[in-house]
Protein backbone atom coordinates (compact mmCIF):
# COMPACT_ATOMS: atom_id res chain seq x y z
CA UNK A 1 0.00 0.00 0.00
CA UNK A 2 1.50 3.28 -0.87
CA UNK A 3 2.09 5.77 2.02
CA UNK A 4 0.27 8.64 2.63
CA UNK A 5 1.70 11.94 3.57
CA UNK A 6 0.44 13.92 6.29
CA UNK A 7 -0.28 16.70 4.06
CA UNK A 8 -2.63 14.36 1.52
CA UNK A 9 -4.29 12.86 4.33
CA UNK A 10 -5.82 16.28 5.02
CA UNK A 11 -6.52 17.46 1.40
CA UNK A 12 -8.33 14.17 0.99
CA UNK A 13 -10.56 15.13 4.13
CA UNK A 14 -11.29 18.21 3.17
CA UNK A 15 -12.08 17.19 -0.38
CA UNK A 16 -14.70 14.42 1.12
CA UNK A 17 -16.06 17.00 2.98
CA UNK A 18 -16.66 19.30 0.74
CA UNK A 19 -17.86 17.01 -1.53
CA UNK A 20 -20.25 15.62 1.46
CA UNK A 21 -21.77 18.92 2.03
CA UNK A 22 -23.06 19.25 -2.01
CA UNK A 23 -26.83 18.91 -1.97
CA UNK A 24 -29.24 19.32 -4.71
CA UNK A 25 -30.70 22.76 -4.92
CA UNK A 26 -34.56 22.31 -3.72
CA UNK A 27 -37.35 25.72 -2.87
CA UNK A 28 -36.56 24.73 0.95
CA UNK A 29 -32.41 26.09 0.09
CA UNK A 30 -33.48 29.95 1.04
CA UNK A 31 -35.29 29.34 4.14
CA UNK A 32 -32.74 26.66 5.38
CA UNK A 33 -30.09 30.00 4.99
CA UNK A 34 -32.26 32.10 6.87
CA UNK A 35 -32.57 29.96 9.30
CA UNK A 36 -28.63 29.33 9.96
CA UNK A 37 -28.19 33.01 9.28
CA UNK A 38 -30.45 33.87 12.38
CA UNK A 39 -33.74 34.88 10.60
CA UNK A 40 -36.75 33.61 10.50
CA UNK A 41 -37.80 31.91 7.26
CA UNK A 42 -41.20 33.00 5.55
CA UNK A 43 -43.60 30.48 6.16
CA UNK A 44 -44.34 27.47 8.23
CA UNK A 45 -43.35 26.63 12.26
CA UNK A 46 -39.85 28.76 11.34
CA UNK A 47 -42.00 32.00 11.94
CA UNK A 48 -41.19 33.14 15.36
CA UNK A 49 -44.04 34.11 18.21
CA UNK A 50 -43.15 37.18 19.97
CA UNK A 51 -43.89 37.70 24.25
CA UNK A 52 -47.08 39.58 23.01
CA UNK A 53 -48.42 36.68 20.99
CA UNK A 54 -47.78 38.19 17.59
CA UNK A 55 -45.73 36.22 15.18
CA UNK A 56 -43.28 38.48 12.76
CA UNK A 57 -42.61 36.88 9.20
CA UNK A 58 -39.81 37.11 6.87
CA UNK A 59 -37.49 37.19 5.43
CA UNK A 60 -39.03 37.07 2.06
CA UNK A 61 -41.94 39.32 1.22
CA UNK A 62 -43.88 39.38 -2.07
CA UNK A 63 -43.59 43.56 -3.19
CA UNK A 64 -46.36 42.69 -5.93
CA UNK A 65 -48.83 41.54 -3.40
CA UNK A 66 -48.42 44.62 -1.29
CA UNK A 67 -47.18 42.58 2.07
CA UNK A 68 -46.81 44.47 5.27
CA UNK A 69 -47.65 42.55 8.13
CA UNK A 70 -49.41 44.38 10.92
CA UNK A 71 -47.29 43.39 14.39
CA UNK A 72 -48.62 45.98 16.98
CA UNK A 73 -51.29 44.30 18.97
CA UNK A 74 -52.11 47.48 20.34
CA UNK A 75 -53.45 48.35 16.92
CA UNK A 76 -54.93 44.79 16.20
CA UNK A 77 -56.93 45.13 19.53
CA UNK A 78 -57.94 49.03 18.36
CA UNK A 79 -59.08 47.37 14.78
CA UNK A 80 -61.09 45.05 16.42
CA UNK A 81 -62.88 47.40 19.03
CA UNK A 82 -63.98 49.93 16.78
CA UNK A 83 -65.12 46.68 14.41
CA UNK A 84 -67.93 45.77 17.15
CA UNK A 85 -67.97 42.19 16.81
CA UNK A 86 -71.35 39.93 17.70
CA UNK A 87 -70.30 36.43 18.91
CA UNK A 88 -73.22 35.97 16.05
CA UNK A 89 -70.73 37.67 13.11
CA UNK A 90 -69.40 36.33 10.12
CA UNK A 91 -66.13 38.16 9.53
CA UNK A 92 -64.51 38.46 5.90
CA UNK A 93 -61.07 39.41 6.39
CA UNK A 94 -58.68 40.34 3.47
CA UNK A 95 -54.94 39.95 3.56
CA UNK A 96 -54.98 37.88 6.88
CA UNK A 97 -50.70 37.33 6.41
CA UNK A 98 -49.82 35.45 9.26
CA UNK A 99 -52.55 35.89 11.66
CA UNK A 100 -51.83 38.65 14.43
CA UNK A 101 -55.26 40.11 13.61
CA UNK A 102 -56.99 36.74 12.38
CA UNK A 103 -56.68 35.27 16.13
CA UNK A 104 -58.07 37.92 17.98
CA UNK A 105 -61.04 38.42 15.59
CA UNK A 106 -61.72 34.44 16.22
CA UNK A 107 -62.07 35.28 19.62
CA UNK A 108 -64.86 37.64 19.14
CA UNK A 109 -66.77 36.37 16.04
CA UNK A 110 -69.28 33.05 15.37
CA UNK A 111 -66.60 32.61 12.01
CA UNK A 112 -63.61 34.08 10.16
CA UNK A 113 -63.59 33.96 6.30
CA UNK A 114 -59.96 34.84 5.57
CA UNK A 115 -59.06 35.68 1.66
CA UNK A 116 -55.38 35.32 1.21
CA UNK A 117 -53.49 35.32 -2.24
CA UNK A 118 -50.54 34.38 -1.08
CA UNK A 119 -49.93 30.06 -0.63
CA UNK A 120 -47.11 30.67 1.90
CA UNK A 121 -48.99 32.70 4.36
CA UNK A 122 -52.50 30.72 3.86
CA UNK A 123 -50.30 27.69 5.12
CA UNK A 124 -48.64 29.98 7.34
CA UNK A 125 -52.34 30.86 9.09
CA UNK A 126 -53.52 27.20 9.11
CA UNK A 127 -50.56 26.02 11.20
CA UNK A 128 -51.03 28.49 13.37
CA UNK A 129 -54.54 27.54 14.29
CA UNK A 130 -54.42 23.91 13.58
CA UNK A 131 -55.26 21.72 16.69
CA UNK A 132 -56.58 25.26 19.06
CA UNK A 133 -59.68 25.43 20.33
CA UNK A 134 -60.37 28.59 17.19
CA UNK A 135 -59.91 25.50 14.26
CA UNK A 136 -63.30 25.03 13.28
CA UNK A 137 -64.21 28.31 12.63
CA UNK A 138 -61.44 29.33 10.71
CA UNK A 139 -62.11 29.23 6.92
CA UNK A 140 -59.44 30.33 4.36
CA UNK A 141 -60.06 31.55 0.89
CA UNK A 142 -56.77 31.10 -0.96
CA UNK A 143 -56.62 33.44 -4.49
CA UNK A 144 -57.23 37.13 -5.15
CA UNK A 145 -60.03 38.81 -3.48
CA UNK A 146 -60.59 41.11 -6.91
CA UNK A 147 -61.15 38.08 -8.97
CA UNK A 148 -63.31 36.20 -7.05
CA UNK A 149 -67.17 36.64 -5.35
CA UNK A 150 -67.59 37.67 -2.23
CA UNK A 151 -69.45 35.64 0.27
CA UNK A 152 -72.08 36.66 3.10
CA UNK A 153 -70.44 38.08 5.76
CA UNK A 154 -71.42 40.50 8.72
CA UNK A 155 -68.26 43.06 8.91
CA UNK A 156 -65.32 42.90 6.82
CA UNK A 157 -61.77 43.98 8.66
CA UNK A 158 -58.95 44.14 6.02
CA UNK A 159 -55.25 44.95 6.65
CA UNK A 160 -55.75 46.01 2.84
CA UNK A 161 -53.15 46.03 0.40
CA UNK A 162 -52.44 49.38 -0.73
CA UNK A 163 -52.74 48.55 -4.66
CA UNK A 164 -55.93 47.59 -4.48
CA UNK A 165 -57.37 50.34 -2.00
CA UNK A 166 -59.84 51.89 -4.32
CA UNK A 167 -61.04 48.94 -6.31
CA UNK A 168 -61.54 46.43 -3.25
CA UNK A 169 -63.45 49.63 -1.11
CA UNK A 170 -66.37 49.97 -4.06
CA UNK A 171 -65.79 46.19 -4.27
CA UNK A 172 -67.65 46.23 -0.84
CA UNK A 173 -69.32 49.08 -1.42
CA UNK A 174 -71.80 47.84 -3.81
CA UNK A 175 -71.39 44.47 -2.32
CA UNK A 176 -75.06 42.43 -1.73
CA UNK A 177 -76.36 41.72 0.46
CA UNK A 178 -75.25 44.77 2.73
CA UNK A 179 -73.18 44.08 5.48
CA UNK A 180 -73.13 46.10 8.94
CA UNK A 181 -69.70 47.60 8.38
CA UNK A 182 -66.33 47.49 6.99
CA UNK A 183 -62.59 48.34 9.07
CA UNK A 184 -60.10 48.89 6.74
CA UNK A 185 -56.15 49.90 6.73
CA UNK A 186 -55.17 52.48 3.87
CA UNK A 187 -52.45 54.60 3.27
CA UNK A 188 -52.79 57.85 5.21
CA UNK A 189 -53.71 60.26 2.06
CA UNK A 190 -56.19 57.81 0.84
CA UNK A 191 -57.80 57.79 4.17
CA UNK A 192 -58.39 61.05 4.22
CA UNK A 193 -59.42 61.37 0.98
CA UNK A 194 -62.40 58.96 1.72
CA UNK A 195 -63.91 60.82 5.11
CA UNK A 196 -63.02 63.96 3.46
CA UNK A 197 -65.64 66.89 3.38
CA UNK A 198 -66.51 69.83 1.29
CA UNK A 199 -63.87 72.21 1.30
CA UNK A 200 -60.79 70.03 2.52
CA UNK A 201 -57.81 69.45 0.36
CA UNK A 202 -58.36 66.22 0.05
CA UNK A 203 -62.16 65.96 -1.24
CA UNK A 204 -62.64 65.35 -4.37
CA UNK A 205 -64.56 62.48 -6.96
CA UNK A 206 -62.80 59.57 -4.66
CA UNK A 207 -64.93 61.27 -1.37
CA UNK A 208 -68.17 61.83 -2.89
CA UNK A 209 -68.66 58.54 -4.91
CA UNK A 210 -67.94 56.19 -1.58
CA UNK A 211 -70.12 59.28 0.51
CA UNK A 212 -73.02 57.98 -1.66
CA UNK A 213 -73.14 54.96 -0.76
CA UNK A 214 -71.70 54.87 3.20
CA UNK A 215 -71.26 56.74 5.75
CA UNK A 216 -67.34 56.84 5.90
CA UNK A 217 -65.35 58.25 9.49
CA UNK A 218 -61.62 57.93 10.30
CA UNK A 219 -61.28 55.78 13.11
CA UNK A 220 -57.40 55.26 14.07
CA UNK A 221 -53.47 56.58 13.22
CA UNK A 222 -51.18 53.49 12.14
CA UNK A 223 -47.18 54.39 12.39
CA UNK A 224 -45.40 52.60 9.82
CA UNK A 225 -43.35 51.30 13.05
CA UNK A 226 -46.35 48.68 13.48
CA UNK A 227 -45.68 46.54 10.46
CA UNK A 228 -43.20 44.44 9.55
CA UNK A 229 -41.23 45.40 7.03
CA UNK A 230 -42.62 48.87 7.65
CA UNK A 231 -44.23 50.55 4.25
CA UNK A 232 -42.90 53.51 3.00
CA UNK A 233 -46.00 56.09 3.95
CA UNK A 234 -47.95 56.40 7.44
CA UNK A 235 -51.38 54.57 7.64
CA UNK A 236 -54.91 54.91 8.94
CA UNK A 237 -57.67 52.73 9.61
CA UNK A 238 -61.55 53.95 8.58
CA UNK A 239 -65.12 52.07 9.03
CA UNK A 240 -67.21 52.44 6.56
CA UNK A 241 -71.14 51.69 6.79
CA UNK A 242 -73.00 51.31 4.33
CA UNK A 243 -76.21 53.36 4.08
CA UNK A 244 -79.55 50.64 3.98
CA UNK A 245 -81.10 51.10 1.82
CA UNK A 246 -78.98 52.97 -0.63
CA UNK A 247 -79.74 55.13 -3.20
CA UNK A 248 -81.70 53.93 -5.84
CA UNK A 249 -78.85 56.28 -8.22
CA UNK A 250 -77.86 54.85 -11.34
CA UNK A 251 -73.65 55.08 -10.53
CA UNK A 252 -72.69 55.34 -14.18
CA UNK A 253 -74.77 58.51 -14.30
CA UNK A 254 -73.30 59.28 -10.89
CA UNK A 255 -69.97 58.99 -11.90
CA UNK A 256 -70.24 60.84 -15.30
CA UNK A 257 -71.61 64.24 -13.57
CA UNK A 258 -69.08 63.99 -10.91
CA UNK A 259 -65.92 63.27 -12.80
CA UNK A 260 -66.88 66.61 -15.27
CA UNK A 261 -67.34 68.73 -12.39
CA UNK A 262 -64.70 67.60 -10.06
CA UNK A 263 -61.95 68.14 -13.84
CA UNK A 264 -61.43 71.53 -12.53
CA UNK A 265 -62.52 71.42 -8.93
CA UNK A 266 -61.65 74.90 -8.17
CA UNK A 267 -63.26 76.03 -11.06
CA UNK A 268 -67.15 76.84 -11.24
CA UNK A 269 -69.32 74.10 -12.31
CA UNK A 270 -70.12 76.62 -15.40
CA UNK A 271 -66.72 76.21 -16.71
CA UNK A 272 -66.14 73.03 -16.21
CA UNK A 273 -69.76 72.15 -18.38
CA UNK A 274 -68.50 74.42 -21.25
CA UNK A 275 -65.92 73.10 -22.33
CA UNK A 276 -65.87 71.58 -25.89
CA UNK A 277 -65.41 68.39 -25.46
CA UNK A 278 -68.30 68.11 -22.38
CA UNK A 279 -70.57 69.86 -24.60
CA UNK A 280 -70.24 67.41 -27.64
CA UNK A 281 -70.32 64.04 -25.36
CA UNK A 282 -73.44 65.57 -23.42
CA UNK A 283 -75.07 66.43 -27.13
CA UNK A 284 -74.27 63.25 -28.30
CA UNK A 285 -76.13 61.39 -25.13
CA UNK A 286 -78.87 63.40 -25.81
CA UNK A 287 -79.81 62.68 -29.21
CA UNK A 288 -79.13 59.04 -28.37
CA UNK A 289 -81.56 59.24 -25.45
CA UNK A 290 -84.26 61.21 -27.53
CA UNK A 291 -83.69 58.08 -30.19
CA UNK A 292 -84.34 55.66 -27.54
CA UNK A 293 -87.36 56.90 -26.32
CA UNK A 294 -88.99 58.16 -29.27
CA UNK A 295 -88.97 61.84 -28.74
CA UNK A 296 -87.42 64.40 -31.53
CA UNK A 297 -84.74 66.96 -30.87
CA UNK A 298 -86.42 70.47 -30.79
CA UNK A 299 -85.53 72.23 -33.60
CA UNK A 300 -82.40 74.72 -33.47
CA UNK A 301 -81.72 72.97 -29.62
CA UNK A 302 -78.76 74.16 -28.17
CA UNK A 303 -76.78 71.93 -25.51
CA UNK A 304 -74.67 74.30 -24.21
CA UNK A 305 -78.40 76.74 -23.31
CA UNK A 306 -80.06 73.87 -22.30
CA UNK A 307 -77.08 72.83 -19.58
CA UNK A 308 -76.49 76.26 -18.26
CA UNK A 309 -80.18 76.98 -18.17
CA UNK A 310 -79.81 73.45 -15.67
CA UNK A 311 -77.40 75.38 -13.72
CA UNK A 312 -78.87 78.65 -13.42
CA UNK A 313 -81.97 77.07 -12.42
CA UNK A 314 -80.62 75.90 -9.48
CA UNK A 315 -78.10 78.75 -8.63
CA UNK A 316 -74.75 76.77 -9.26
CA UNK A 317 -73.28 78.29 -12.36
CA UNK A 318 -70.56 79.71 -10.12
CA UNK A 319 -70.65 77.06 -7.27
CA UNK A 320 -67.04 74.86 -7.42
CA UNK A 321 -67.38 71.19 -7.08
CA UNK A 322 -64.97 71.66 -4.00
CA UNK A 323 -67.52 72.92 -2.16
CA UNK A 324 -70.63 71.24 -2.93
CA UNK A 325 -71.75 68.14 -1.10
CA UNK A 326 -73.70 64.90 -1.60
CA UNK A 327 -76.86 66.11 -1.34
CA UNK A 328 -75.59 69.08 -4.03
CA UNK A 329 -74.77 66.56 -6.55
CA UNK A 330 -77.82 64.38 -6.11
CA UNK A 331 -80.08 67.99 -6.72
CA UNK A 332 -78.18 68.38 -9.71
CA UNK A 333 -78.36 64.92 -11.33
CA UNK A 334 -82.00 64.78 -10.81
CA UNK A 335 -82.08 68.44 -12.86
CA UNK A 336 -80.15 67.25 -15.40
CA UNK A 337 -82.15 64.20 -15.94
CA UNK A 338 -85.72 66.08 -16.45
CA UNK A 339 -84.04 68.30 -19.30
CA UNK A 340 -83.34 65.21 -21.47
CA UNK A 341 -79.09 64.72 -20.32
CA UNK A 342 -77.74 62.22 -19.37
CA UNK A 343 -74.05 61.27 -18.33
CA UNK A 344 -73.71 58.46 -19.79
Same mark, same amino acid.
Given at each position: ????????????????????????????????????????????????????????????????????????????????????????? $????????????????????????????????????????????????? !?????????? &???????????????????? $??????????????????????????????????????????????????????????????????????????????????? =? !?? =???????????????????????????? !? !?????????????? &???????? @????????? &????? @???????? =?????????? =???????
Amino acid at each position: MPKITTQQLRRNTQASAASASVRPTTIGAPYAAAQRSGRAPAGGSSSSTTTDGSRHFGPMFNKSLGQHILINPLVSQGIVDKAGLKQTD $TVLEVGPGTGNLTVKILEQAKKVIACEADARLAAELTKRVQGGPFQHKL !EILHGDVMKR &ELPFFDVCISNTPYQISSPL $TFKLVFHRPIFRCAVLMFQREFALRLVARPGDSLYGRLSVNCQLYAKVTHVLKVSKNSFKPPPNVESSVVKIEPLNPPPPVDF =D !EW =DGLVRIAFSRKHKTLAANFKTTATLQML !E !ENYRTFCAASGAMV &EDGFQIKE @RVLGVLDQL &EYGEA @RASKLDVH =DFLKLLSAFH =DAGIHFC
